[in-house]
């Protein structure tokens, strides 16, 4: 079963944030959190991942709160592009490649 | 490089015959999965490589189900016999291996599979 919990769909305004919230209250510590994101009728990308500190990249930044149960993804400037759904995922460090996926958030981004 | 490449990118098939999903994975890149995606149940692993040994096939739903990688540029995903409840879209990704952090999973297309 996943271990993390998102609100099911979002909506936002075209070149405002989006802000993709994301519950996993127990977490380990030494498990990541990874985002990713899947357009209609493509494979999902990967956008980034935290351990403990923020991060951000050319996509997004991620927050993650100081006792690290839950975070948030920031879409700083979303355009009509972004519209996907967004994958919030633990997964546990070292050699376990495994991943497991919950159903995400559908966020719609509007003219 | 041209990402990962999947084939076919659809296939109709009628219960009871065999299905095989290709997979080339992304040259250099140590791990292979296999997922399948559907409305209900989402994104599932089904099994996952590592320098083309399996390492965990919990995810494989039976025995008509099973999974092949004779190299390090081509896996396999058969269904025999296949059913109506297998029709889905199973996806192929690859990475690599590059210290202790993760390193990101990269997806081919798909393909879709509906099984009449």
């Known amino acids: 079963d996943a271990k993390t919990t998102q609100p099911t769909s979002m909506d936002c305004a075209e070149g405002r944030a989006a802000n993709l919230p994301c519950n996993h209250s127990?977490?380990?510590?030494?498990?990541?959190v990874y985002w990713y994101r899947q357009i209609h009728s493509q494979g999902p990308q990967y956008i980034i991942h935290?351990?403990?500190?923020?991060e951000t990249n050319e996509m997004a930044s991620l927050i993650i709160t100081e006792d690290r149960k839950s975070s948030t993804l920031i879409l700083p400037h979303a355009t009509l592009r972004d519209t996907a759904v967004y994958y919030c995922?633990?997964?546990?460090?070292?050699?376990?490649?495994?991943?497991?996926w919950g159903l995400g958030t559908s966020l719609a981004v509007n003219p | 490089d041209a990402g990962v490449i999947q084939s076919p990118r659809h296939e109709v098939t009628e219960m009871g015959q065999e299905v095989t999903l290709r997979c080339k994975p992304i040259?250099?890149?140590?791990?292979l999965f296999w997922y399948r995606q559907t409305m209900m149940r989402g994104l599932e692993l089904l099994i996952y490589?590592?320098?083309?040994?399996?390492?965990?096939d919990s995810g494989m739903p039976e025995d008509r189900f099973s999974a092949k990688m004779p190299n390090a540029s081509f896996s396999t995903l058969k269904i025999q016999p296949s059913e109506p409840r297998d029709s889905a879209v199973y996806f192929c990704?690859?990475?690599?291996?590059?210290?202790?952090?993760?390193?990101?999973?990269?997806f081919g297309p798909g393909t879709r599979l509906t099984v009449l």
């Open positions: 990704a690859s990475s690599r291996l590059a210290g202790i952090t993760y390193n990101e999973q990269f």
């Open positions: 040259s250099g890149h140590d791990y």
């Open positions: 490589f590592n320098n083309n040994v399996p390492i965990d």
């Open positions: 127990t977490i380990s510590g030494n498990e990541y």
């Open positions: 935290g351990l403990k500190n923020n």
């Open positions: 995922i633990v997964r546990e460090s070292g050699n376990n490649r495994k991943l497991i």
